[in-house]
């Protein structure tokens, strides 16, 4: 049987060599607190990456980096006024942070199913379950919350159109999605807020961390003060407002400040891991790709991910008979995420769909694809796939 000497990961960071230098230039300066050079630095290099170089256009974007994704969603919705009571649309086919933070404010999440091109939220479902809180409860849903899966750009065209049909602000979840982009268009520049995650195994990451991108200054300078406590300005302890520890550490920043200088190199290569999973594996009848829909479209495909189809494999080889056999292999794979209408703790959300996305949780897996892994790494677990399809 195969057994990788060493576990096959599947997503580990990948370092660029600088990240040291701005660590060691914070212990020398003894910046060693939540704020610092490296975090306006990291900032910066955020803002020019996100705004294609030109920082002085109508649509600049603007980046706080604060400590986690969840902390980013959190913050835009305590922005965009939701409180206690309000209804605000969630993707279903996400992790649980993307929904979590709508809990924390009090308020219900109404979950909207995955369309089968880019599993990501179905514009005709979302219209479709603004319509009925409208009908249901006399009021509408007060934000709208997209994801891009697995790095995967939703149909951004169609979201944005409904968002603005209806007068529904979009607080876009890019967590995934760093560098992937739309017509053209970086993904994190779509909504009045978008929420960045910099977690261990995202395509560049700080440690833990995370950002908001929001669309005016003020916004950001609003974002800064209520993840330091929002402490008034005065010469005593005053605040007037709720506060959070959301800000992201010097030391974190400075990683995050080595790492933008290969993100481009990150996103070749978990495009060409992409490319040689697909180059082995597509012709195998039973399993397809989370694929790009059209040109449009341009994925970072931050995790490569496939479906498993019973009924077309042979001897009925399933998604779950696959991951257990990898795992005796000691090769990472995941299930693609469980839905949130179905999970325990949102059992009493609302849902709008037509079960595309657990389907999509039935059927799908997660392929290791750091960019750290090598093409013998790669082709090694293609290789053990191939072997477990023909037994």
């Known amino acids: 049987m195969y057994m990788s000497k060493e576990r096959i990961m599947l997503s580990l960071p990948h370092m660029g060599g600088n990240e040291q230098k701005f660590v060691k230039d914070a212990f020398d300066t003894n910046w060693i607190v939540p704020l610092g050079p490296n975090v306006s630095g990291f900032e910066e290099d955020m803002e020019y990456y996100l ?12 980046v706080v980096a604060l400590s986690s994704g969840t902390a980013a969603i959190h913050l835009g919705l305590v922005q965009l006024g939701i409180g206690y009571g309000d209804e605000v649309i969630c993707q279903s086919f996400t992790f649980a942070a993307s929904a979590n933070p709508i809990i924390y404010l009090g308020a219900k999440p109404v979950f909207v199913d995955s369309e089968p091109e880019t599993w990501n939220m179905s514009p005709e479902f979302l219209e479709e379950a603004i319509k009925d809180r409208i009908s249901k409860t006399g009021n509408k849903p007060k934000a709208i919350i997209p994801v891009h899966l697995y790095g995967m750009p939703a149909k951004m065209d169609a979201i ?4 603005n049909k209806y007068e529904i602000p ?4 890019a967590a995934e999605a760093l560098g992937s982009t739309f017509n053209g268009r970086k993904c994190g520049n779509f909504g009045e807020f978008s929420a960045l995650s910099f977690n261990g195994n995202k395509i560049i990451t700080t440690s833990g961390g995370g950002a908001l991108v929001c669309s005016t200054e003020i916004q950001s300078h609003k974002t800064m003060f209520l993840a330091t406590q929002a402490r008034d300005n005065a010469p005593h302890y005053q605040h007037s407002e709720i506060g959070y520890n959301y800000r992201i550490s010097n030391i974190c920043a400075g990683i995050g400040r080595g790492q933008m200088e290969v993100l481009p190199e990150r996103i ?3 495009r060409e891991i992409n490319k040689i999973y697909r180059d082995t594996l597509s012709n195998i009848k039973g399993i397809s790709f989370q694929t790009e829909p059209s040109s449009d479209y341009y994925s ?16 009925g080889v399933t998604r779950e008979g696959l991951r257990i056999e990898c795992e005796k292999a000691n090769i990472e794979t995941r299930p693609l995420w469980k839905p949130m209408h179905l999970q325990p703790v949102f059992k009493d959300c609302p849902f709008y769909g037509d079960g595309t996305s657990e389907k999509l949780f039935n059927d799908g897996l997660c392929l290791p694809s750091g960019s750290i892994l090598s093409d013998y790494q790669i082709h090694y677990v293609t290789s053990f796939i191939l072997s477990v399809i023909a037994k």
């Open 160 to 163: 944005m159109r409904i968002s």
């Open 51 to 62: 705004n294609d170089g030109n920082n002085q256009t109508d649509s600049r974007k603007f």
């Open 300 to 315: 970072n495909y931050w995790l490569t991910s496939i479906i498993i189809d019973p009924s077309k494999m042979k001897d």
């Open 170 to 173: 979009v607080l876009e979840d």
């Open 268 to 270: 070749k290569r978990r």
